[in-house]
């Protein structure tokens, strides 16, 4: 990619980034640090990989994502505002009683879902089965998911991994948000799932290792994917949690805790100086 395009990228995943912290402290509620260590994933996704049209969003042969790691909706719901799905002035009304923005993606509501989320491990199940039903109905359409590293502890993760590989979708990519965090620590010392690749490579995976803060990173390895035949590929990325808001970096308890007033000032006044910077390269 151009340095252009890639400062521009760079600049949409500070706007989703700064859309996450809006939402969760609008809501005084939600999960902001894994919705911050995928902010780079998410705009790759919905701003360059994704065969996608908001004015369009249930077209037949359009790509499929399903956020397996449902309760980083905060992520997908700014990457979704931002690409045009509906307004971004929505954000701050997540988990408001009459809003249509809930803690969890609700296809049923929100423009730009493909599927309702948040009983973790259970996406994935669901990104197999969208792939396999395209092959079937030769389809060419492809199917995403994004799990969290703590995510794969649950054992359904692995049952639909080896569906996956069984039924050789090469449609299908499953990326791994590897940010070393849960809810209760350390995901090495809560159940590790380590050595990740290694475990997706044995399940017959194509996997590819990447650092997820890195747009280069990021199109070579969707770019491999798209190269990969006969088996579904696996991209396991390297994340901080809590990416770019210095008090939430790499700090558990930001998993499921919103910003207080104070919180949310230093969290958009830091955003903003990222964004000037890029903005004037």
């Not at 690409?83 to 993606?105: A, M």
């Not at 969208?130 to 389809?139: D, T």
């Not at 995901?187 to 995976?205: E, Q, T």
Request: glycine share 10%; with cysteine.
């Amino acid at each position: 990619m151009t340095l252009s395009e890639k400062t521009q990228l760079q600049c949409t995943a500070v706007k989703v980034r700064m859309g996450i912290i809006e939402s969760t402290h609008g809501a005084k509620a939600g999960h902001p640090g894994g919705s911050l260590s995928a902010a780079e994933m998410f705009t790759y996704l919905y701003f360059k990989e994704l065969n996608i049209d908001p004015k369009n969003p249930k077209a037949e042969n359009r790509d499929r994502f399903v956020l397996s790691k449902g309760h980083t909706a905060p992520g997908l719901y700014a990457t979704l505002a931002h690409r045009g799905f509906f307004p971004v002035e929505d954000l701050p009304t997540l988990r408001h009683i009459d809003s249509y923005l809930q803690g969890h993606p609700n296809m049923n509501t929100v423009p730009g879902v493909d599927m309702s989320t948040g009983s973790l491990g259970q996406g994935v199940s669901v990104a197999v089965g969208m792939a396999l039903g395209a092959k079937h109905q030769n389809k060419d359409f492809r199917v995403y998911t994004l799990l969290g590293d703590g995510e794969i502890q649950e054992g359904q993760v692995w049952e639909a991994c080896m569906a996956a590989a069984h039924y050789k979708l090469d449609n299908l990519v499953v990326i791994v948000d590897n940010n070393g965090l849960q809810i209760d620590g350390n995901i090495a010392d809560v159940m590790s799932p380590y050595p990740i690749v290694d475990k997706l490579n044995a399940f017959g995976f194509h996997t590819i290792a990447i650092n997820g803060h890195d747009f280069d990173a990021i199109e070579s390895a969707m770019n491999e994917a798209k190269t990969v035949k006969g088996q579904p590929t696996a991209i396991v990325m390297n994340t901080i949690k809590g990416k770019d808001v210095s008090y939430m970096e790499n700090n558990a308890g930001w998993h499921g805790k919103a910003p207080n007033d104070e919180e949310y000032e230093i969290a958009m006044n830091e955003l903003k100086a990222i964004l000037s910077g890029l903005e004037g390269k």
